[in-house]
C-alpha cells in the first residue's frame, strides 16, 4: 500500500514538475476568412500541451497555409497590456474565427513538427517575395523582429503589429491563410528558480554596492538585525540594572567575518567607535557561535570582545531556542536576551539583546530560506480558540445526550375510542 502511495506521490511530482519547467507562451490563431465559430474553451489557467495545441486547436481550423508569426519573447501580458499597439491582431481576431491560447508548451515546435504532416515550410524573409509551390499544405514562417534589443515592450509590439500588417497585406491575399502570432520563449521568466536567480544577483549587487542595512554575512552564516543590538549594563556588586546601550547599525563596520566547520560556525559582526558607559572603543566584535546537531542548528551564544579588551564570556540565551533544521532560518520579532556575568570597567555585567532579528548558519546562499519563527505555533489566541470549541463541543454532546434521553409516551389517546383507563388499586 505504502509503496503504491508512494510511486503515485512521485508520479504526481513528475507530473507537476513537468507542467512547470517548460516554457509556456501565449498563442493567437485566426483566420479571417473563415466565420467566427465555436472554439474550444480554454481557461485562463489552463496548460496546454503541444500534441493537445496541435491536434485539438489549430486542427479546427483545418488549415492547408499557415503562416506563423514567430516572436523572440512573448508574454500573455505583452498582449493584455498592449492592445492599442497590437489593434490590426485585435481587428483580425475579431473580423473572423479566431482563438487565443494563453499558456501553450513550446508552441514554435510546429516549425519542426507540422514537416511530418505533410507540410512544406518556407521561411519568409523580410521584403523577399514569396513563391509558394502548387502544394497543398504550407507553413510560412516569419520571424519578427528582435524584442530583445528593443528597450520598450511597448514599442517592441508596436513594431511587431506593423511587421504583420505589412506582411499580411503583401503575402495574405495569396491563399487561405491561417495565421499564428506566437513567441519562442516567455518575455517574462516564469520559472520560481531563474526569478530568485536573479533577486539574488540584485541583492549582490546591491549588496557589493551598499550594504543593506543590519545585514551581516559571513560565510555560512547569516544574519539580519531590524533593530539595534542592544546592551544593558548593570554596575555594584551585586549587580544592579543601570541603563540600555544601542550600538547603531550605522557604526557597522562592514568587515565580518567568519568561520564555518562540519559542526559549528561563528559569524562576527563589527562595530566602529561603540560608545559604552561614557567609554569609546574603537572596535566592537560580537561573535555569535552556531551548533549543527543532528540535521538541526541553534545559537548556542554570543560573546563580545571590545578594543583589546577580550571578553571571552559566554552570553548565554535566557531561554532555550528551538534546534532549527538545517536549510531554515530563524526569526523572532521578539526580545532575544544573551545573558552575561563579565565585567568591563566599572560595568559588572551586561546582557546583549536583539530584537527583531533573521539568522540562519551552514548554508552559503546570500538569501534567507524559510523562517522558524521563535512563536511557537500554540499562542494564546489559538489555545483561547481551541478551548472556546471544547466548551462549545462538550455543551452539544450533553445536549445531544439529553435529547436522546427524552422518552416519548408509547400510547396515544384515541378521541373516538375508549378512553385509556389505568387501573389502578389500591
Ligand atoms: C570564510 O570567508 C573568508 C572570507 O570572507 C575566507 O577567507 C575564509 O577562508 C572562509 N572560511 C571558510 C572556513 O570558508
Ligand atoms: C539605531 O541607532 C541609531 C543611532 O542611535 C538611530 O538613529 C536609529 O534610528 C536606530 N535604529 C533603529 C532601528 O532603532
Ligand atoms: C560566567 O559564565 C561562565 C559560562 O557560563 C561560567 O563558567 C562562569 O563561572 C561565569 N562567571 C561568573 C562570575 O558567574
Not at 489593434?87 to 481576431?93: L, R, V
Not at 514537416?115 to 502544394?135: C, F, I, M, R, W
Not at 514599442?155 to 511587431?160: G, S, T, V
Not at 541603563?243 to 563589527?270: F, H, R
Request: glycine share 6%; with cysteine; hydrophobic share 40%.
Amino acid at each position: 500500500m505504502s509503496k503504491w502511495l508512494g510511486s503515485l506521490f512521485f508520479l504526481y511530482l513528475s507530473l507537476c514538475h513537468n507542467s512547470f519547467a517548460k516554457d509556456h507562451v501565449p498563442v493567437v490563431i485566426w483566420n479571417t476568412n473563415q466565420v467566427q465559430g465555436s472554439v474550444p474553451s480554454v481557461s485562463a489557467l489552463q496548460y496546454i500541451t503541444y500534441p493537445n495545441f496541435q491536434a485539438k486547436y489549430l486542427a479546427s481550423f483545418k488549415p492547408n497555409n499557415i503562416l506563423l508569426f514567430l516572436q523572440d519573447a512573448l508574454s500573455i501580458e505583452d498582449l493584455t497590456s498592449h492592445t492599442s499597439e497590437l489593434h490590426h491582431i485585435k481587428e483580425w481576431m475579431e473580423s473572423g474565427h479566431s482563438l487565443f491560447l494563453p499558456n501553450v508548451e513550446d508552441a514554435a515546435h510546429l516549425v519542426h513538427d507540422l514537416p511530418s504532416h505533410g507540410y512544406n515550410v518556407v521561411k519568409l524573409e523580410h521584403d523577399a517575395g514569396l513563391t509558394l509551390k502548387q502544394e497543398d499544405k504550407n507553413l510560412v514562417v516569419v520571424e519578427l523582429p528582435s524584442t530583445l534589443t528593443n528597450p520598450s515592450r511597448r514599442r517592441a509590439m508596436q513594431k511587431a503589429d506593423e511587421v504583420m500588417e505589412n506582411v499580411i497585406s503583401k503575402i495574405g491575399a495569396q491563399r487561405d491563410f491561417t495565421i499564428i502570432f506566437t513567441g519562442s520563449k516567455p518575455s517574462v521568466e516564469q520559472r520560481n528558480d531563474q526569478f530568485e536567480t536573479r533577486l539574488r544577483v540584485a541583492r549582490s549587487l546591491q549588496a557589493a554596492a551598499e550594504p543593506i542595512k543590519g545585514f551581516h554575512l559571513a560565510n555560512c552564516t547569516k544574519m539580519y538585525l531590524r533593530k539595534n543590538i542592544t546592551i544593558n549594563l548593570y554596575k555594584g556588586n551585586p549587580p544592579v540594572f543601570d541603563k540600555s546601550v544601542e550600538i547603531p547599525e550605522n557604526n557597522a563596520a562592514n568587515e565580518d567575518t567568519g568561520d564555518c566547520q562540519s559542526d559549528s560556525a561563528i559569524l562576527m559582526v563589527k562595530y566602529n567607535d561603540v560608545v559604552l558607559d561614557g567609554v569609546t572603543y574603537k572596535k566592537a566584535i560580537f561573535s555569535f557561535r552556531f551548533e549543527l546537531k543532528g540535521g538541526s542548528w541553534i545559537v548556542e551564544s554570543v560573546s563580545a570582545s571590545f578594543d583589546t579588551i577580550l571578553i571571552r564570556a559566554n552570553y548565554k540565551l535566557d531561554t532555550d531556542m528551538d534546534w532549527v533544521p538545517v536549510g531554515m532560518s530563524f526569526a523572532c520579532s521578539e526580545k532575544f536576551i544573551f545573558i552575561g556575568n563579565d565585567t568591563l570597567g566599572s560595568i559588572t555585567k551586561m546582557d546583549i539583546v536583539l530584537e527583531g532579528f533573521q539568522v540562519q548558519s551552514f548554508q552559503t546562499l546570500t538569501r534567507f530560506d524559510g523562517a522558524w519563527d521563535c512563536v511557537g505555533f500554540f499562542t494564546v489566541p489559538i489555545w483561547c480558540g481551541l478551548l472556546i470549541t471544547l466548551l462549545l463541543v462538550i455543551i452539544l454532546t450533553i445536549g445531544l445526550f439529553m435529547l436522546s434521553d427524552i422518552k416519548t409516551m408509547d400510547r396515544f389517546d384515541d378521541p373516538k375510542g375508549q378512553p385509556i383507563s389505568v387501573p389502578s388499586s389500591e
